[in-house]
């Protein structure tokens, strides 16, 4: 099992350009999350999926963001447009259920210039 | 879902036994206590996850007293490669897309 697979490793963009991270789940894992971390405030859920439909999206920022789950295998974040102040480490992760954990991705660093 | 609190950070040495406890006072009877680890630059791995008494497995054992308002991460014999930071978090199980909360973690420098 690959894990999660997150694209691209590293993103360095200049200010208000559209930024598209990706991610691909883990194979038969039925829920599906984005998190932000950055140093000032840590560990951040933006949005998760449920078989495909988002839940919750409390967490999304503002809306320059937006995410889409179109179907199992796949996921994308899109910022657009980008400001420097969303400069950070942007994870993804799956899970087939609560107790069986969560498996991050290696996540997608993302410089906003 | 329950908030957690755990101390900033600790310090050990190679060869200890490091135990990080989480406070959790306001847990549900429906919630699971699970740990997680994250090394710099990696997204956090699952390390073990328990409901009550205690829980081991190859990485670390989770102690949970009668009353679940607290738990405690042990991790044996610590070395350089076990620095990290930890964190515990609360939630229940069954409902769809449980979210997971994360906190700040505990940063343990394990040193030679």
């Known amino acids: 099992d690959a894990g999660v697979i997150q694209s691209p490793r590293h993103e360095v963009t200049e200010m208000g350009q559209e930024v598209t991270l990706r991610c691909k789940p883990i194979?038969?894992?039925?829920?599906l999350f984005w998190y932000r971390q950055t140093m000032m405030r840590g560990l951040e859920l933006l949005i998760y999926f449920n078989n495909n439909v988002p839940i919750d999206d409390s967490g999304m920022p503002e809306d320059r963001f937006s995410a889409k789950m179109p179907n199992a295998s796949f996921s994308t974040l899109k910022i657009q447009p980008s400001e420097p102040r969303d400069s950070a480490v942007y994870f993804c992760?799956?899970?087939?259920?609560?107790?069986?954990?969560?498996?991050f991705g290696s996540g997608t660093r993302l410089t906003v210039v | 879902l329950a908030k957690t609190t755990q101390p900033i950070s600790m310090d050990s040495y190679e060869g200890q036994e490091v135990n990080i406890t989480c406070s959790h006072n306001n847990i549900a009877t429906n919630d699971y206590i699970t740990w997680y680890q994250q090394f710099p630059s990696q997204g956090p791995r699952f390390i073990i996850q328990?409901?009550?008494t205690k829980v081991t497995n190859e990485v670390a054992s989770l102690f949970i007293p009668a009353d679940r308002k607290s738990s405690t991460l042990s991790l044996p014999r610590v070395s350089l490669s076990d620095t990290a930071v930890y964190y515990c978090?609360?939630?229940?199980?069954?409902?769809?897309?449980?979210?997971?909360?994360f906190g700040g973690g505990t940063r343990v420098l394990v040193k030679p």
């Open positions: 992760a799956s899970s087939g259920g609560w107790n069986y954990g969560y498996t």
């Open positions: 328990g409901y009550k």
């Open positions: 194979s038969g894992h039925n829920s």
């Open positions: 978090l609360v939630g229940d199980d069954g409902a769809a897309g449980n979210k997971l909360t």
